[in-house]
């Protein structure tokens, strides 16, 4: 299994990558607003920057990383959402993809039951 991050420069295509990675099969991820370090100093008003890059940085708005675990066999599949929604990667503005190996998973999949009348959560 694996982690993947996704962090998506573009938040116009979100609910459709969303939907690409569902009626993929690629449930179960989570979703966090995040801002990148160059556009966090720029609102700081870091001296870091020139003035014409801290006026390209302050349109932009933040980004949303995706987390979510993956069998080894997703990996393909998920790139291929992501490029058919986002574009390719090595263009300015799409995203980041990685990927980390997990060694212990637990949790992932919860199955909704209806209770049987004797059993207990005690």
Wanted: net charge neutral; with cysteine.
């Amino acid at each position: 299994m694996k982690l993947m991050i996704f962090i998506l420069n573009r938040n116009d295509v979100l609910d459709s990558l969303l939907e690409g990675f569902s009626a993929a099969g690629l449930g179960g991820a989570t979703i966090i607003e995040s801002t990148g370090l160059a556009v966090a100093l720029s609102r700081m008003g870091s001296n870091i920057f020139s003035a014409s890059l801290k006026a390209i940085l302050n349109n932009e708005e933040n980004n949303h990383t995706i987390i979510s675990i993956i069998k080894d066999n997703q990996l393909d599949l998920a790139r291929k959402v992501i490029y058919r929604t986002v574009g390719n990667l090595s263009k300015p503005n799409t995203g980041v993809l990685c990927t980390v190996p997990l060694d212990f998973v637990e949790g992932t999949i919860k199955k909704v039951s209806s209770p049987s009348p004797d059993s207990s959560d005690n």
